[in-house]
T-cell receptor, first 115, second 113 residues
Framework: DAGVIQSPRHEVTEMGQEVTLRCKPI?????LFWYRQTMMRGLELLIY????????DSGMPEDRFSAKMPNASFSTLKIQPSEPRDSAVYFCASSFVPPPWSTQYFGPGTRLLVL | GENVEQHPSTLSVQEGDSAVIKCTYSDSASNYFPWYKQELGKRPQLIID?????GEKKDQRIAVTLNKTAKHFSLHITETQPEDSAVYFC????????????FGTGTRLTIIP
C-alpha cells in the first residue's frame, strides 16, 4: 500500500494567491483528517470527514479555508486568499471506522510558505 | 472539548537511560490514547496506543501506562538509543464513531551519546 499521498510536497506562493492542497487516503479507509502544524500552535485538527461527509470543521480558522471530499479517494484543502500566517506544514491523515480506536495514518505533509 | 497537556516540552537523557513523558487529559469520557513519534521533517507515526480498559501496554523498549482516575497517561522508553531522538506527541479521543484526536503540545527528546 502506498500510504496516504499528499501533493504538492512543497508550495511557495505570494500573499493573496489561492492555494490548493491535495490528499489521497489509504484505499479502504473511510475517515480523512486535515491537520496544520506550526511551532507556535502544534498539531491542530482543521476538519475531518467520515464517508466523504464533513463531520467537524470547528478547527477551520476562517472562511478563507475550505475543504472538500468529492469521493472516497480524494480530498482538497483550499486557502483563498492566502496570508503569511498560513505558512505551516499541512498533514492529511486517514483511518478506518469501525472498529473504534482506529489508527490514524499520516501523509508526508505539504510544507506551505506564503510570502 | 478535550484538552491534553504534555510535559516536559524538552527532555535530554544519556544514551541507555530511561525517558518518561507524561500527559493529562480533561474529558473523562476519553477512551483511546495513542502516542506518535515525529522525526525531523517527517510525518507523525504511531508508536504505541492504549485503550481505557487496559492499565499498561508494552512493546519492546516502549511502554505506556494509563491512570483513568487521575486522567493521566505516560510514555516510558527504556535503554534509549540515538534513534529515539524525535518529538513525541500524546493524544486522546472518545471513540463512539467520532475519531477526533486531540494532541498534546509535544516533547522534544534528545538522546545524548
Amino acid at each position: 500500500d502506498a500510504g496516504v499521498i499528499q501533493s504538492p510536497r512543497h508550495e511557495v506562493t505570494e500573499m493573496g494567491q489561492e492555494v490548493t492542497l491535495r490528499c489521497k487516503p489509504i484505499s479502504g479507509h473511510n475517515s480523512l483528517f486535515w491537520y496544520r502544524q506550526t511551532m507556535m500552535r502544534g498539531l491542530e485538527l482543521l476538519i475531518y470527514f467520515n464517508n466523504n461527509v464533513p463531520i467537524d470543521d470547528s478547527g477551520m480558522p476562517e472562511d478563507r479555508f475550505s475543504a472538500k471530499m468529492p469521493n472516497a479517494s480524494f480530498s482538497t484543502l483550499k486557502i483563498q486568499p492566502s496570508e503569511p500566517r498560513d505558512s505551516a506544514v499541512y498533514f492529511c491523515a486517514s483511518s478506518f471506522v469501525p472498529p473504534p480506536w482506529s489508527t490514524q495514518y499520516f501523509g508526508p505533509g505539504t510544507r506551505l510558505l506564503v510570502l | 472539548g478535550e484538552n491534553v497537556e504534555q510535559h516536559p516540552s524538552t527532555l535530554s537523557v544519556q544514551e541507555g537511560d530511561s525517558a518518561v513523558i507524561k500527559c493529562t487529559y480533561s474529558d473523562s469520557a476519553s477512551n483511546y490514547f495513542p502516542w506518535y513519534k515525529q522525526e525531523l521533517g517527517k510525518r507523525p507515526q504511531l508508536i504505541i496506543d492504549i485503550r481505557s480498559n487496559v492499565g499498561e501496554k508494552k512493546d519492546q523498549r516502549i511502554a505506556v501506562t494509563l491512570n483513568k482516575t487521575a486522567k493521566h497517561f505516560s510514555l516510558h522508553i527504556t535503554e534509549t538509543q540515538p534513534e529515539d531522538s524525535a518529538v513525541y506527541f500524546c493524544a486522546a479521543s472518545f471513540s463512539s464513531g467520532n475519531e477526533k484526536l486531540t494532541f498534546g503540545t509535544g516533547t522534544r527528546l534528545t538522546i545524548i551519546p
